[in-house]
């Protein structure tokens, strides 16, 4: 009965690869997003989904595409990856106005070599 | 835009009391978080503090929030070895959430 569950967990491909990587949530939440955590531990939003529609992009390269298909999934496909590209990756979930419950998954680790 | 300010280390022996202390810049912060992330585990949401609340207890831990000085802080009582980890200080304003994380600090606990 995990809430927010990530696929795969660990992810190590090479440069100029295209990966995806899956988020579900059974906590009937109307909001998702992804964060990026970085080698230094810098955790940094780059999308937030509502009800499907995209809300929120913030300064992320077009390589990175998030896809809604419904409420309770947000994945994320990368295109041509970069070594920059190695990071933690977090999807989180909340309702809407309810800022204070904003639930992480346990994180992607993606390492591109 | 946006910035939140933690130092980035702190070291205590158990049972001691840990203060960790966060800034930001957002007047317009209306949520403030503390999360806490275990060596290669997610984000565990510890506790939060409305804007204007200036104290919030939950069993060992209790936030202080100085709305004027944009000052939150974080006070584990009776800290022990298993509270090492990063804690990151986090926060939100109005509109749809996303939260602005501070670098985080490790807090390492020494029996």
């Known amino acids: 009965d995990t809430a927010v569950s990530q696929t795969p967990k660990y992810l190590v491909t090479q440069m100029g690869n295209d990966k995806s990587i899956k988020c579900e949530q059974n906590l009937g939440h109307d909001t998702m997003y992804w964060y990026k955590q970085d080698s230094k531990k810098f955790l940094k939003i780059m999308f937030s989904?509502?009800?499907?529609?995209?809300?929120i992009n913030e300064t992320v390269p077009n390589r990175f595409s998030p896809k809604s298909p419904d409420k309770a999934h947000l994945n994320l496909h990368i295109n041509s990856l970069e070594l920059g590209d190695s990071a933690v990756y977090f999807c989180?979930?909340?309702?809407?106005?309810?800022?204070?419950?904003?639930?992480f998954g346990p994180g992607t680790r993606l390492l591109v070599l | 835009g946006e910035d939140v300010e933690q130092s980035l280390f702190l070291s205590v022996r158990e049972g001691d009391s840990s203060v960790i202390n966060c800034t930001y810049t957002d007047s317009s912060s209306t949520y403030l978080y503390w999360y806490k992330q275990e060596p290669g585990a997610g984000l565990q949401l510890l506790t939060y503090?409305?804007?204007?609340?200036d104290m919030k207890q939950d069993q060992r831990l209790t936030v202080l929030l100085n709305k004027k000085d944009k000052h939150l802080s974080l006070r584990i009582a009776d800290t022990q070895t298993g509270d090492s980890a990063i804690y990151f200080c986090a926060e939100t304003h109005s509109g749809y959430s996303t939260l602005t994380f501070g670098k985080g600090t490790m807090l390492l606990v020494s029996p």
């Open positions: 989904y509502n009800n499907k529609e995209l809300i």
């Open positions: 989180a979930s909340s309702q809407g106005s309810r800022r204070e419950t904003q639930y």
């Open positions: 503090i409305f804007s204007n609340m």
